[in-house]
């Protein structure tokens, strides 16, 4: 590989930048976002407390007509982002659009752009005779660059829906597609093959950028888009992904538009400025080095959609220590890519490790070595929202001290909790989950304690996070266990809901089908929120003791929302 001078760090240090903000993205995370309304179940007779179907759905519409009234309350519920409450949410507009805007600049330095530069720049100052005119075509060619990916955008808005959008976020179909995907072009990025558009399409859209002005211009962006979509396709797909399963409507063509804003900007700030082309670094081995580190970091980023889909449907394979292993795995080959030890058929010889391979390399070894104990059940507590949930791991060191999982209490009614079952790679160890609403309901009222709601998703990225860096403090975890009933509402659960079960949402007029629709659906509800994780805090009745909020990674915060939960309902 043809060595890095000195003179390049500028070029070095802009790849550094932008792999460390792919490798800290939240690409992925999955939540529910069809949210329907639900209605309680009567089908278990034991519970001779809890009123009838109808008398629920009454209670709740009032229930909702509370909340509305209450001002501070559903500023509270609802809030998008607060000083040290973050919810995992939709993204909005304006994070998609500089979302978007880093991966085109990432995706400007791949080998598919970048040697293109100087010749489009050189082409726009021959055709236009002055530098006006040149200024004038460049900026047009970036218009076009833009409205081509905008446009892309609102194709997959409209060919979709929103609606569709929306429900992609945990369909297992579009989750195993996407790892497809992304491990494809990976290894396309390694340079076992080369992903290309239909060489006919190519050369009938190149015939129309020689009509001259502004039509030719703007075939020659359409021929710019098409020629590099090898390169550009993994980038944005992956930008695509962020955008349908966490955006809002328009998420993918705002998304598009910083994408298309970031790779456009290059070629009409050259075409002002010619002469700042000199001090650019020239093309070489480093872009083939760019595509392939990508290759590495997004074939790691494809086992979180993977992951997804195994915890929502039961696979029960993919466990923790499987997904850590496969990580370690990939960073230590990326280790060894960087300082020259691994090669792959299309690399450039490596004549020496410059210096920013050096400081990139110690980074990614580094992470390695973070990674590891968490093989033996370390929380790691910095990426644990991208992990499978501590409950799949087989060898847990951490569980040899840690409380076994309390038993039902003796002096309630309910002996056998529902679903338990299909959450055991959820449990926190220790706990005494529930994860059913009217069984909540009826040991709340037996035991004296409020019940704390944690609505969470098998996809919840700050989820993980929330019970891997607050829920086991000692005294957020003494609380937990010994003041409250905790009920674990799951809004990405698959499963089908029991026989006779399944209902009209009264809300929505939507049919609830599976367990996940249901939760969901009470948390739209009674709530008024459709981000995960939303902690509430009720009575037996169902009366809401405490202002609900999202993840909160102050340790003090939680303590004192727990705290002014049993105060509120001793109050009572």
Same mark, same amino acid.
């Given at each position: 590989?043809?060595?890095?001078?000195?003179?390049?760090?500028?070029?070095?240090?802009?790849?550094?930048?932008?792999?460390?903000?792919?490798?800290?993205?939240?690409?992925?995370?999955?939540?529910?976002?069809?949210?329907?309304?639900?209605?309680?179940?009567?089908?278990?007779?034991?519970?001779?407390?809890?009123?009838?179907?109808?008398?629920?759905?009454?209670?709740?519409?009032?229930?909702?007509?509370?909340?509305?009234?209450?001002?501070?309350?559903?500023?509270?519920?609802?809030?998008?982002?607060?000083?040290?409450?973050?919810?995992?949410?939709?993204?909005? !507009?304006?994070?998609? /659009? #500089?979302?978007? *805007? $880093? +991966?085109?600049? @990432?995706?400007?330095?791949?080998?598919? &752009?970048?040697?293109?530069?100087? !010749?489009?720049?050189? /082409? #726009?100052?021959? *055709? $236009? +005779?002055?530098? @006006?005119?040149?200024?004038?075509?460049? &900026?047009?060619?970036?218009?076009?660059?833009?409205?081509? /990916?905008?446009?892309?955008?609102?194709?997959?808005?409209?060919?979709?829906?929103?609606?569709?959008?929306?429900?992609?976020?945990?369909?297992?179909?579009?989750?195993?597609?996407?790892?497809?995907?992304?491990?494809?072009?990976?290894?396309?990025?390694?340079?076992?093959?080369?992903?290309?558009?239909?060489?006919?399409?190519?050369?009938?859209?190149?015939?129309?950028?020689?009509?001259?002005?502004?039509?030719?211009?703007?075939?020659?962006?359409?021929?710019?888009?098409?020629?590099?979509?090898?390169?550009?396709?993994?980038?944005?797909?992956?930008?695509?992904?962020?955008?349908?399963?966490?955006?809002?409507?328009?998420?993918?063509?705002?998304?598009?538009?910083?994408?298309?804003?970031?790779?456009?900007?290059?070629?009409?700030?050259?075409?002002?400025?010619?002469?700042?082309?000199?001090?650019?670094?020239?093309?070489?081995?480093?872009?083939?080095?760019?595509?392939?580190?990508?290759?590495?970091?997004?074939?790691?980023?494809?086992?979180?959609?993977?992951?997804?889909?195994?915890?929502?449907?039961?696979?029960?394979?993919?466990?923790?220590?499987?997904?850590?292993?496969?990580?370690?795995?990939?960073?230590?080959?990326?280790?060894?890519?960087?300082?020259?030890?691994?090669?792959?058929?299309?690399?450039?010889?490596?004549?020496?490790?410059?210096?920013?391979?050096?400081?990139?390399?110690?980074?990614?070894?580094?992470?390695?070595?973070?990674?590891?104990?968490?093989?033996?059940?370390?929380?790691?507590?910095?990426?644990?929202?991208?992990?499978?949930?501590?409950?799949?791991?087989?060898?847990?060191?951490?569980?040899?001290?840690?409380?076994?999982?309390?038993?039902?209490?003796?002096?309630?009614?309910?002996?056998?909790?529902?679903?338990?079952?299909?959450?055991?790679?959820?449990?926190?160890?220790?706990?005494?989950?529930?994860?059913?609403?009217?069984?909540?309901?009826?040991?709340?009222?037996?035991?004296?304690?409020?019940?704390?709601?944690?609505?969470?998703?098998?996809?919840?990225?700050?989820?993980?996070?929330?019970?891997?860096?607050?829920?086991?403090?000692?005294?957020?975890?003494?609380?937990?266990?010994?003041?409250?009933?905790?009920?674990?509402?799951?809004?990405?659960?698959?499963?089908?809901?029991?026989?006779?079960?399944?209902?009209?949402?009264?809300?929505?007029?939507?049919?609830?089908?599976?367990?996940?629709?249901?939760?969901?659906?009470?948390?739209?509800?009674?709530?008024?929120?459709?981000?995960?994780?939303?902690?509430?805090?009720?009575?037996?009745?169902?009366?809401?003791?405490?202002?609900?909020?999202?993840?909160?990674?102050?340790?003090?915060?939680?303590?004192?929302?727990?705290?002014?939960?049993?105060?509120?309902?001793?109050?009572?």
């Amino acid at each position: 590989m043809r060595s890095i001078k000195s003179s390049n760090l500028f070029k070095t240090g802009i790849i550094l930048f932008f792999l460390t903000l792919i490798l800290l993205a939240d690409s992925t995370p999955a939540r529910a976002f069809q949210k329907k309304a639900d209605t309680v179940s009567t089908s278990d007779i034991q519970f001779t407390s809890i009123p009838t179907k109808a008398d629920k759905i009454a209670a709740a519409k009032k229930r909702l007509d509370s909340l509305k009234k209450t001002d501070s309350l559903k500023k509270a519920v609802i809030a998008t982002t607060t000083k040290g409450n973050i919810k995992e949410k939709p993204k909005t !507009l304006w994070q998609l /659009f #500089f979302f978007g *805007l $880093g +991966g085109g600049f @990432l995706a400007f330095l791949l080998p598919c &752009i970048y040697p293109l530069l100087p !010749l489009t720049v050189s /082409f #726009f100052l021959k *055709l $236009g +005779g002055t530098r @006006l005119k040149a200024i004038g075509f460049s &900026i047009f060619y970036g218009l076009s660059i833009i409205v081509i /990916f905008v446009s892309l955008g609102l194709l997959i808005t409209v060919w979709f829906g929103p609606n569709a959008l929306n429900a992609m976020a945990t369909n297992g179909v579009f989750n195993i597609l996407l790892f497809l995907l992304l491990v494809v072009f990976a290894i396309s990025f390694f340079g076992a093959f080369e992903i290309v558009l239909p060489s006919s399409m190519v050369n009938k859209i190149d015939e129309q950028s020689n009509r001259g002005g502004v039509i030719g211009i703007f075939f020659m962006a359409l021929t710019l888009v098409v020629v590099s979509f090898s390169c550009t396709g993994l980038v944005i797909g992956g930008e695509l992904a962020v955008a349908v399963t966490k955006g809002e409507r328009l998420g993918p063509a705002i998304c598009m538009l910083g994408f298309s804003l970031a790779l456009a900007l290059p070629f009409v700030m050259f075409a002002l400025f010619p002469s700042a082309m000199q001090g650019l670094p020239k093309s070489g081995g480093w872009l083939n080095a760019v595509k392939v580190v990508l290759g590495f970091v997004e074939l790691a980023l494809a086992l979180k959609f993977l992951s997804v889909v195994d915890l929502a449907y039961h696979w029960n394979w993919f466990d923790r220590e499987i997904f850590l292993s496969l990580w370690i795995a990939i960073g230590l080959l990326l280790g060894l890519y960087l300082i020259g030890k691994l090669k792959f058929s299309h690399d450039s010889d490596l004549a020496y490790l410059s210096v920013p391979r050096l400081f990139l390399s110690i980074i990614v070894f580094a992470f390695v070595v973070y990674m590891i104990p968490g093989l033996w059940g370390a929380p790691l507590n910095s990426i644990s929202g991208f992990l499978p949930p501590p409950a799949t791991q087989d060898f847990d060191l951490t569980r040899i001290t840690a409380a076994a999982p309390a038993p039902v209490p003796a002096n309630t009614t309910v002996k056998n909790k529902k679903y338990e079952t299909l959450f055991l790679r959820g449990h926190h160890a220790g706990m005494n989950e529930w994860y059913d609403y009217n069984q909540a309901l009826q040991v709340s009222k037996e035991e004296k304690k409020p019940i704390l709601i944690d609505f969470t998703g098998w996809g919840c990225t700050n989820c993980r996070k929330m019970e891997n860096s607050v829920w086991i403090n000692p005294q957020v975890r003494s609380l937990m266990q010994n003041d409250y009933i905790l009920l674990e509402l799951y809004v990405d659960e698959k499963t089908d809901l029991p026989p006779g079960e399944a209902y009209t949402s009264p809300l929505t007029g939507q049919k609830i089908t599976t367990i996940g629709d249901k939760n969901s659906d009470r948390e739209t509800t009674d709530f008024d929120s459709n981000s995960q994780p939303l902690y509430v805090i009720i009575d037996s009745s169902g009366k809401v003791l405490e202002q609900p909020q999202g993840a909160n990674y102050s340790v003090d915060n939680y303590v004192n929302f727990l705290n002014s939960g049993i105060t509120a309902y001793k109050a009572e």
